[in-house]
């Protein structure tokens, strides 16, 4: 079972809308939380990473929140744009460990 | 800083040839990984070096992979022979100690015919 997982799966939603991508995982112990964005053909480029004692932590019009209790993370766009399509990727890295856990990704489309 | 710079950008080739990834790390970095990402299976950690040396090569799917990192430049993963199974997108990152500055290069997309 992956140890971390994402939903939705995919997202279509329309321009100026804001959503919520959710992660959830399972890796222990817990050392820090990533979201990822990957445009089409391009690598991931890091939106945002927290620790433990993090809770919310925002990068222009994306804000994820943890919850390291529950083992839950969020990210939530707000206003989206054209640009925001793109595959959104939930990494987790466990406590001493060099090898990253990842979501297989939120993908979202944005419509005019 | 020119970022993690993988080449080529696509290759097409031929099964039961050989091929060969190339990656150069961001100067200083003292991580590199070497990943693969599937539709069906998301990103998948294949062999990971410290200071040039491999550390955790548990990924490699089978002995016709092969990754070598000479130096603290460059880095490169092969695969002999290619087979149609192996078409994927193949990323490079790497990262300073602590891993938060881990950044992907753009990647290079195979595809095995």
């Not at chain 1, 959830?24 to 480029?45: A, E, I």
């Not at chain 1, 793109?86 to 406590?95: F, K, R």
């Not at chain 2, 990192?69 to 087979?83: C, R, V, W, Y």
């Amino acid at each position: 079972k992956n140890q971390v997982e994402q939903s939705p799966q995919s997202l279509i939603i329309l321009e100026g809308k804001n959503c919520t991508l959710q992660c959830n995982y399972t890796v222990s112990p817990f050392s820090n939380l990533r979201w990822y964005k990957q445009d089409t053909g391009r690598g991931p480029v890091s939106l945002t990473i927290m620790t433990f004692s993090e809770n919310t932590k925002s990068n222009g019009r994306y804000t994820a929140t943890l919850d390291a209790d529950t083992k839950q993370s969020s990210l939530h766009i707000t206003a989206s744009q054209l640009s925001d399509s793109a595959s959104y990727i939930c990494v987790v890295s466990a406590d001493g460990n060099n090898r990253l856990a990842f979501g297989k990704g939120n993908q979202v489309v944005v419509i005019p | 800083d020119a970022g993690v710079i993988q080449s080529p950008r696509h290759e097409v080739t031929e099964m039961g040839q050989e091929v060969t990834l190339r990656c150069k790390p961001i100067s200083g970095h003292d991580y590199l990984f070497w990943y693969r990402q599937t539709m069906m299976r998301g990103l998948e950690l294949l062999i990971y070096f410290n200071n040039n040396v491999p550390i955790d090569d548990s990924g490699m799917p089978e002995d016709r992979f092969s990754a070598k990192m000479p130096n603290a430049s460059f880095s490169t993963l092969k695969i002999q022979p290619s087979e149609p199974r192996d078409s994927a997108v193949y990323f490079c990152a790497s990262s300073p100690p602590g891993h938060y500055g881990y950044t992907f290069g753009s990647g290079t997309r195979l595809t095995v015919v």
